[in-house]
């Protein structure tokens, strides 16, 4: 799932058996940080309630007709959840555990790592 | 499978039910020198992983909907699976 923004909204009247009913919105995709990147697609609306201006995560591929009352009906991309907060503030030195993941054998022989390591705080001696 | 690091916390009210009691998580890939990408997915969270852990996530309908017991058809797709404590690549 990725996040979007709505944009607009597609108006079809002749609509393949199945998909009546269901609301279709143009959808901008956005980064993780929330920016635009990538083109405008159309997106079914799995939830029914969103609307222009909203953050919402779009699912793609064959789960997207999953999210609609009928399963099996042909799309690719919909939108099955509102966004209300994305928090991302950093709980700890986060940079550190992904270093202490990938940290291979061979650094610890060499006298120097091939990559700089963020370094951790001292102890203040009381 | 693909490893990622968990960048932030998705809060949704107005969601499919499939997600209701589910953690939803932003994971940012990382390449194999642990550095992140610009790929990133948001993931149904089932091992309770926490915002700058290293994870490993699966992106494959069926197996994310039956790990989470919903079998059959559900707008579940990625899906974190673990939490990594080391990798090593090579000698």
């Known amino acids: 799932m990725k996040f979007a923004r709505v944009v607009g909204n597609l108006v079809a009247t002749q609509k393949v058996k199945g998909l009546e009913g269901v609301k279709l919105l143009m959808v901008q995709p956005l980064n993780v940080d929330r920016e635009p990147d990538g083109e405008i697609y159309v997106a079914a609306d799995a ?3 969103a609307g222009v201006d909203e953050l919402v995560f ?4 064959k789960e997207a007709a999953f999210a609609l009352p009928v399963s099996f009906v042909p799309v690719d991309a919909a939108i099955v959840g509102i966004v209300d907060d994305v928090d991302d503030r950093p709980l700890y030195d986060e940079q550190s555990v992904v270093w202490k993941v990938f940290r291979r054998p061979h650094d610890d022989d060499h006298g120097h790592d091939p990559e700089p390591k963020p ?5 203040t001696e009381s | 499978m693909y490893i990622g690091r968990v960048s932030g916390t998705v809060v949704s009210t107005i969601k499919h039910p499939l997600f209701n009691g589910h953690k939803l998580l932003t994971v940012t890939r990382l390449d194999l020198d642990g550095f992140e990408t610009t790929v990133y997915d948001i993931c149904i969270d ?3 992983a926490g ?10 309908g069926s197996s994310a909907r039956q790990i989470i017991g919903k079998r059959g058809t559900g707008p579940a797709r990625a ?3 673990g939490i990594v404590d080391k990798v090593e690549i090579g000698k």
Not at chain 1, 119 to 123: G, T
């Open chain 1, 47 to 49: 939830t029914n309630q």
């Open chain 1, 58 to 61: 779009v699912i793609a591929s």
């Open chain 1, 119 to 123: 370094k951790r705080k001292k102890k």
């Open chain 2, 46 to 48: 089932d091992v309770q």
């Open chain 2, 51 to 60: 915002i700058g852990d290293v994870v490993v996530v699966l992106d494959e």
């Open chain 2, 79 to 81: 899906i974190i699976v």
